[in-house]
């Protein structure tokens, strides 16, 4: 979080977009996904196979959506939380 913090103070390019990428190429987990960009990537951190909490993405992709378009986000739920049964 501490590199997440300085990167947005100096300013980093979070309109920055990647048309893709593989997670994991090769592996049984290999993940496409499509048009990345910072907030979508952190985003990622919900698949199982990115091994997050869902408390440190919420942070994350809470300051990444302050410091792009300057809305609050705040999740209202888990998406995951079903799958705890």
């Known amino acids: 979080m501490d590199m997440l913090q300085f990167l947005l103070g100096h300013g980093v390019d979070l309109s920055l977009t990647v048309k893709g990428l593989?997670?994991?190429?090769?592996?049984?987990?290999?993940t496409f996904i499509p048009s990345v960009n910072?907030?979508?990537y952190a985003m990622m951190g919900l698949l199982r196979?990115?091994?997050?909490?869902?408390?440190?993405?919420y942070a994350v992709v809470s300051l990444l959506m302050k410091a792009a378009y300057g809305s609050e986000y705040q999740p209202g739920n888990i998406p995951n939380k079903y799958l705890e049964h």
């Open 22 to 30: 593989i997670w994991g190429r090769g592996y049984a987990w290999e």
């Open 38 to 40: 910072p907030v979508s």
């Open 49 to 57: 196979q990115f091994q997050r909490t869902e408390q440190d993405i």
